[in-house]
């Protein structure tokens, strides 16, 4: 199998810490990584540089043979989609959300294609012209992960993104996310629940900056 990442020796340091230390990792292409490890350990910090927000300060990051600085950041953003930690929603309306992924790729706002995805993660099609500041946290979270979708990326990466939502949800997200992993989209996913890493196909273990084996 094709590696969509290949990490080597990656560190990344602020002042005089060091966040992250001789990172070493390939994440084959259509794999679902789980990447767990305590509170600070880094792995927010990993999945950013992955996501090209931030940069590494040592090593080489390459996302599909070539080192991820050669690309151009509008590209890369559609191919590597980062669902954050703690998702803000823009603008007055979740349409405003919505339609963004649309706006970037110069197409037409095609509402059949929202509401179906709305109906994926136990949303209707009255949310669209709901008020940002009128759904809940958990909302919030479900509509953030289908601006990622929308359009679906190569690479998805989720940092906690079900950390909020009740069992129902939490198990209408994996189901989801499965089937795009189905499809073939590699998913990367941040996560400190216990039934998640049960579940996990593939993990890896972050500690003090480092990968640990397990
Ligand atoms: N720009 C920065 N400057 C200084 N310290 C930073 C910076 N970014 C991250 N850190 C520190 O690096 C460590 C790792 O942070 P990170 O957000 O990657 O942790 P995490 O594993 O995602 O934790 P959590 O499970 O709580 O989300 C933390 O101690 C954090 O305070
Ligand atoms: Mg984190």
Known sequence: MENIFE???LSYQVGETKILKHINLEVE???YLTVVGPSGSGKSTLMR???????ATGGKVLFDGKSIDSYE???YRQRVSYAFQQPTLFGKTVRDNLSFPFEVRKK???EMKVINYLEM???NETYIDKSVNDVSGGEKQRIALLRNLIFPPEVLITDEVTAGLDAE????VHRMLNEFNDRGLTILRV?????EIEDSRAKIRIGNGEIEND
């Open 169 to 172: 949800n939490k198990a209408i």
């Open 191 to 195: 996560t400190h629940d216990e039934t």
């Open 73 to 75: 950041p509008i590209e």
């Open 121 to 123: 993660v136990n949303l």
């Open 49 to 55: 540089i992955l996501a090209s927000m931030i940069s």
């Open 108 to 110: 037409d706002f095609d």
């Open 7 to 9: 990490v080597q020796d």
């Open 29 to 31: 292409k259509g794999n």
